[in-house]
């Protein structure tokens, strides 16, 4: 089916497009100039690394891939419960749930059809590194456990060592591209970098350290193009892309959900089970179970009057930030944003929704989840494959990436939320 059709993805988490310049990422500012660079590029919602991660994978929005963030209330045979979709067992957990993992195929799968191999090597939480290949296509090589075709268990000791963080991703690309891009060449070769998102959640946004990161993350980039690039001078046989999945926005305060629709008597108590709220950084979803269901719309209503919720969807109006409609999930709250700029001059603020069991959420660093300007502002840069110097400006979305990669290897790619990314004018 390919020829020689191949292609090579890096995903810096968290690299805000507008953070990207000569001082601290030379390479993708040079990237930018010979390739195509797509400037009204944007993430989903919620725009969190899990949800982000199945809507790459599979070119769709979460309504239809059925991921809908970092946690998710699951009904396990005891009422809804909010999980964490981060850890290594949650795609168990979401298995003997609801019957599947992902609603709609991912990369893998796709290619696997075709006798294609793709090989993941993720340096993120376990749930995002698995959600690019739930079910276990192809390869994936993680830190909590690595898995070939057929879901087996790995024993990967270059994985089992790695550390979020600047050695961690510096470590992992040496390894990506020696072994994986140049000596086992698969159709589709994805790596996903913990940087600048690792240092971002534990740092000030344009701080020293955060910005040492940015610079790392760009140094792995160039590592992983010039390996492409010396294996395929031309670019017509190895398509490349590197981008982010969502950006990040400056904590201005933490808001205890849970707590206030106790307090509104929407939501009985802590624990209980009618209404559940699932905290996704700078929103919220909210699932309700069959006997709350008809307090939806007034929880949807009591949230749209506090100054600190942005956007409020309910029913309906979920599918115009692309959730489902016919979930237990019933309300979506983007918490306020604002442009406020922080003590190192990055633009962007907004509040978290209270997450007990998240240390990452402090208030000062970076957050992201919702619909703020800046957590939408992703990068994404192609070349090769037919990609030519320009900068695209219309917009573009994370579930574009799998569509163009299918188009890459001349297969089928209609069936997705997403379109292949445009060439030329
Ligand atoms: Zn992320």
């Given at each position: 089916m390919r020829g020689d059709k191949r292609t090579v993805i890096v995903i810096c988490d968290s690299l805000r497009r507008d953070l990207i310049g000569e001082a601290d990422t030379p390479f993708l500012v040079e990237l930018s100039q010979r390739a195509t660079a797509f400037a009204a590029h944007r993430s989903v919602f919620p725009s969190t690394t899990r949800a982000s991660s199945a809507s790459i994978a599979t070119g769709c929005l979460p309504a239809r891939h059925g991921l809908y963030g970092n946690t998710q209330a699951l009904d396990e045979g005891d009422g809804l419960v909010c999980r964490n979709?981060?850890?290594?067992d949650f795609r168990e957990r979401m298995r003997r749930a609801t019957g599947r993992t992902l609603h709609v195929p991912t990369l893998a799968e796709r290619l696997r059809w075709h006798g294609e191999v793709s090989i993941v090597c993720s340096n993120v939480s376990p749930g995002a590194a698995y959600f690019q290949d739930p079910d276990g296509h192809g390869y994936i090589y993680h830190s909590a456990g690595s898995y070939g075709p057929g879901a087996t268990p790995i024993d990967d000791p270059a994985s089992a060592g790695l550390k979020k963080g600047i050695a961690g991703d510096q470590a992992m690309t040496d390894r990506f591209c020696a072994e994986i891009v140049e000596d086992r060449a698969p159709a589709l070769a994805l790596m996903w970098l913990s940087e600048p998102n690792y240092t971002g959640h534990h740092s000030p946004l344009g701080s020293p350290q955060h910005r040492a990161a940015i610079a790392a993350a760009d140094r792995c980039v160039r590592q992983v193009f010039e390996t492409v690039r010396r294996l395929d001078p031309s670019g017509e046989d190895i398509l490349f892309m590197t981008g982010s999945d969502h950006g990040m926005e400056t904590v201005s305060e933490a808001v205890d959900i849970n707590e206030i629709l106790i307090a509104a008597g929407l939501k009985e108590a802590p624990q209980s089970r009618d209404v559940v709220v699932a905290p996704q950084g700078i929103s919220a979803t909210i699932f309700f179970s069959e006997a709350a269901r008809g307090r939806a719309a007034a929880t949807a209503d009591f949230l749209a009057r506090e100054n600190w919720a942005g956007r409020v969807v309910a029913g309906a109006t979920l599918s115009e930030v692309g959730l489902p409609t016919d979930t237990a999930l019933q309300v979506a709250v983007a918490m306020a944003t604002d442009d406020r700029v922080n003590p190192h001059g990055v633009t962007g603020y907004g509040a978290i929704v209270f997450n007990p069991e998240d240390s990452e959420s402090k208030i000062g660093f970076g957050q992201h989840g919702g619909l703020g300007a800046n957590e939408q502002r992703p990068f994404l840069i192609a070349e090769g494959g037919g990609f030519t110097a320009r900068v695209e400006t219309r917009p573009t979305c994370l579930t574009d990436i799998a569509p163009t990669v299918l188009r890459h290897m001349r297969m089928d790619h209609d069936d997705t939320d997403g379109q292949a990314l445009p060439q030329g004018a």
């Open positions: 979709v981060g850890a290594p």
